[in-house]
C-alpha cells in the first residue's frame, strides 16, 4: 500500500527528508548537516556532488526509520535553498561548486544596473528586486570576470534543481525561481526584456524548462534509486523554492483571513498573499520578491531581511564565548533558556539595533551590501541583558519595515522557523507590527510544502485549498494578542529605527572603502 509522501528540503544550514503519511501528519524525519564555505571577496559556494551525496543519505536513513519505505512511497518531492547559481555541464557534470544566496560578489554589478532607469522595467515584470544573492546577478559578474567557466555551462540550476536532476534527470526549474530571476510574474514565464535589462540575453541557453510541480512529475532514474534505496519509477515532483514551499506549510494559502508569514530562520522572511496579478503591490525602492505560489494566479508577495537569527546567534555566541575564556561551557540552548528572563528584567525600546550582522548586507526593505549591525543609544546604565534585548527588537523592526514596503500591515502573522518557538520574540514582534501572532505544530514547513505539492500533482487533491485544509489548517495554534502597552511603544520609536538605517547608509560606504585592500 502506498501511503507515504516524501519531502526533502535541502536548506543552507541542514539538509532533511520528511515522510508524511497522505493526511499530512508526520512520520518521520532524516537530517544531515549542509556543508559551505565562504571565499574572501564575500563568495559562499557549496559542492554539488556532496550536496547530492548528502541527500541521498537523508533518504537511506529515512528507510531506515520507516518500514517499507519504498515500496510505500507515493511519491517525493523536493525544494531547497534559494537564488545562487549551479552550473552543470552538457554530460550533467558540474563546473564548478554552486553559488549560494549568501554570495555577495556581485554587489558591484547589482549597483550598476540598479542605478541605470530600465532597471524600472526588469523590477516591473519581475515584481522583484535586484541582489547580489540572486542568478542574474551573478550572471552578470561571471560573465564580466569568468567567461571561461560559463562557457563550459550547458544548464543553470538552484540547488533543488540540481537534486531534482539527480533524482530524475530531468532539466527543470519551477514557476517560482525561474521568473522572480527571469521572468514575468504575471506569465510565469521567462522575459527576455528582463534579460535584456540583465545583460545576459546571450545566456538564455542556460536556463532551464519551467515547470510546475501541482501538474508535472518525473520518475525516479535506476542511477537514483541505486543510491537512494527508493524504487526506480517513483514520482518525483520539484517543488517551488523553500522560501514559498515554508510560506504554504505555515499557513500564507488562507483566502479569508489573508495573514502574513514569517520565517524567522537564518534569514528573515515575511510574506503577503497577492491573490491577483493585480493584488501585487509594487515600491518605489524597487526591493522585495513576487514569487508565484502553486495555485492558480496565485502569488506571495515578499520582503527578506537577511540576516535574522544570525543576529541572535552572534549576540549569545559574545557571552559563551567570554565564558569559554573561563573554562566553562554553555551551549547554545543553554544560553537560549536565559533569554526570556534577561528580556522579561529589561525596558523595552531603550536603544536600538539596526540587525544587518550579515557580510553581505541588507536585501530588503532596502539593498546595501555595505549595511553592517549596530547598537544607537547605548549608555553606561545598559548591560549584556539590553544588548540581548535590543537584538530581539532589532529584527521586529526590521520586519515591520519589511510588511509596510508591500501596504498596509498585516492583522495577524503566522510564525515559522526556530526562533518562533521563543515566547518573548513572538510577544516583541507582534507587539511591533501591531498584529496577533499564531505558530503552527507542524514542524517541518518547508518540506510539508514541497509535499503538499506533489500531493496536489498526483491526484490525492483536487486542489492546493483542500490539500492546506486537511495539512495546515488544523494544526495552527491559538492566536497571541498584540499586547497594546508594548505596541504603543513600538509605535512610537519605529521612525527612530528607520531614520536610524537611513542615516548610517553613507557611514556603511565610507566604512566599506576605508577597509579595501
Request: aromatic share 6%.
Amino acid at each position: 500500500m502506498r501511503d507515504v509522501l516524501i519531502g526533502i528540503d535541502a536548506g543552507t544550514s541542514v539538509i532533511k527528508s520528511i515522510a508524511f503519511d497522505t493526511k499530512g501528519r508526520q512520520i518521520a524525519a532524516a537530517a544531515t548537516p549542509n556543508h559551505y564555505e565562504t571565499l574572501p571577496g564575500g563568495g559562499a559556494e557549496q559542492d554539488l556532488a556532496r550536496t547530492w551525496a548528502d541527500a541521498a543519505t537523508t533518504l537511506r536513513q529515512l528507510a531506515d526509520k520507516v518500514p517499507d519505505l519504498a515500496s510505500r512511497t507515493v511519491a517525493i518531492a523536493v525544494t531547497g535553498q534559494g537564488d545562487g547559481t549551479w552550473l552543470i555541464d552538457g554530460k550533467g557534470e558540474p563546473v564548478a561548486k554552486g553559488w549560494l544566496w549568501l554570495d555577495a560578489r556581485a554587489a558591484g554589478i547589482v549597483e550598476e544596473i540598479r542605478a541605470r532607469p530600465d532597471d524600472r522595467l526588469r523590477f516591473e515584470k519581475t515584481g522583484s528586486g535586484l541582489a547580489a544573492c540572486q542568478q542574474g546577478s551573478q550572471f552578470a559578474f561571471m560573465k564580466r570576470t569568468m567567461p571561461e567557466m560559463l562557457g563550459k555551462a550547458a544548464t543553470a540550476f538552484h540547488c533543488k534543481d540540481w537534486l531534482y536532476f539527480k533524482l530524475t534527470g530531468e532539466r527543470a526549474t519551477d514557476p517560482s525561481e525561474g521568473t522572480f530571476t527571469f521572468g514575468d510574474f504575471r506569465t510565469r514565464d521567462y522575459s527576455g526584456e528582463v534579460l535584456d535589462v540583465l545583460g545576459v540575453a546571450d545566456l538564455r541557453h542556460l536556463l532551464p524548462p519551467i515547470v510546475d510541480g501541482t501538474r508535472h512529475s518525473a520518475g525516479l532514474s535506476p542511477a537514483a534509486a541505486d543510491v537512494t534505496g527508493m524504487f526506480a519509477g517513483t514520482p518525483v515532483v520539484l517543488g517551488y523554492v523553500d522560501v514559498v514551499c515554508t510560506a504554504l506549510g505555515a499557513g500564507l494559502l488562507d483566502r479569508e483571513r489573508k495573514p502574513g508569514c514569517s520565517i524567522i530562520g537564518s534569514t528573515g522572511m515575511h510574506m503577503r498573499l497577492a491573490e491577483t496579478p493585480d493584488d501585487v503591490q509594487l515600491n518605489e525602492a524597487a526591493t522585495g520578491y513576487t514569487m508565484a505560489m502553486p495555485a492558480p494566479g496565485v502569488f506571495a508577495q515578499m520582503q527578506s531581511n537577511m540576516a535574522a537569527t544570525l543576529n541572535i546567534d552572534w549576540v549569545l555566541g559574545l557571552a559563551s564565548g567570554i565564558l569559554a575564556s573561563q573554562g566553562i561551557t554553555r551551549s547554545n540552548g543553554e544560553m537560549i533558556a536565559l533569554v526570556d528572563a534577561w528580556i522579561a528584567a529589561t525596558r523595552p525600546a531603550s536603544l536600538l539595533y539596526q540587525p544587518y550582522v550579515s557580510e553581505a548586507g541588507e536585501r530588503g526593505p532596502f539593498v546595501d551590501a555595505n549595511a553592517r549591525a549596530g547598537f544607537v543609544g547605548i549608555s553606561s546604565r545598559h548591560g549584556y541583558a539590553d544588548l540581548v534585548r535590543a537584538v530581539f527588537e532589532g529584527l521586529a523592526f526590521a520586519a515591520r519595515d519589511c510588511y509596510a514596503a508591500m501596504g498596509s500591515l498585516p492583522r495577524e502573522i503566522r510564525l515559522t522557523g526556530g526562533a518562533a518557538r521563543s515566547p518573548a520574540l513572538r510577544k516583541i514582534l507582534g507587539a511591533a507590527i501591531g498584529a496577533d501572532t499564531r505558530t503552527s505544530a507542524r514542524e517541518e514547513a518547508g518540506a510539508a510544502g514541497a509535499a503538499m505539492i506533489a500531493a496536489v500533482c498526483v491526484g490525492q487533491y483536487a486542489s492546493m485549498d483542500e490539500c492546506v485544509g486537511e495539512w495546515v489548517t488544523p494544526l495552527l495554534g491559538e492566536a497571541e494578542p498584540s499586547d497594546p502597552g508594548l505596541a504603543a511603544i513600538y509605535d512610537r520609536m519605529t521612525p527612530s529605527y528607520m531614520l536610524a538605517h537611513q542615516a548610517l547608509r553613507p557611514v556603511w560606504r565610507s566604512m566599506a572603502t576605508s577597509q579595501e585592500d
